[in-house]
């Protein structure tokens, strides 16, 4: 599946959003900042997570109903106060760019990296 701004039209009408909707504007920046590159060996695609200085990476520890315990890594942007005053994720959690960070997991099989903490 092509992934580029210039597929915007294809993706949009693919994952059902409407051009100009909330979704719409979150893909189109996403897209506009990093893309997804596919390596052409693996047939993976790899897509890069803005690299905001302000960023922070966490690992927790997560307990499920029944006892069962997992690892988990979490991102937040600390400061979003660039973001798109539109974009969903304001919509979901109720607030406004500035007003808190947004934190979210990210999925298994998700390499990120992070400096040594000797370093």
Not at 46 to 61: G, I, L
Not at 62 to 86: E, K, Q, W, Y
Request: glycine content about 6%; aromatic content about 12%; hydrophobic content about 40%.
């Amino acid at each position: 599946m092509p992934f580029s701004s210039l597929d915007l039209p294809f993706l949009l009408r693919v994952f059902g959003f409407a051009p100009g909707s909330p979704q719409a504007r979150a893909m189109d920046n996403t897209l506009k900042m990093c893309g997804m590159k596919m390596h052409h060996e693996t047939k993976k695609f790899f897509h890069c997570h803005y690299p905001e200085p302000e960023n922070r990476v966490f690992e927790v520890s997560l307990r499920g109903d029944d006892g069962t315990l997992m690892d988990a890594i979490v991102t937040c942007h600390m400061n979003t106060s660039s973001f798109d005053p539109n974009h969903v994720a304001f919509h979901i959690l109720g607030f406004k760019p500035r007003d808190f960070p947004i934190c979210h997991f990210l999925p298994s099989n998700d390499l990120v990296w992070v400096p040594n903490a000797e370093n």
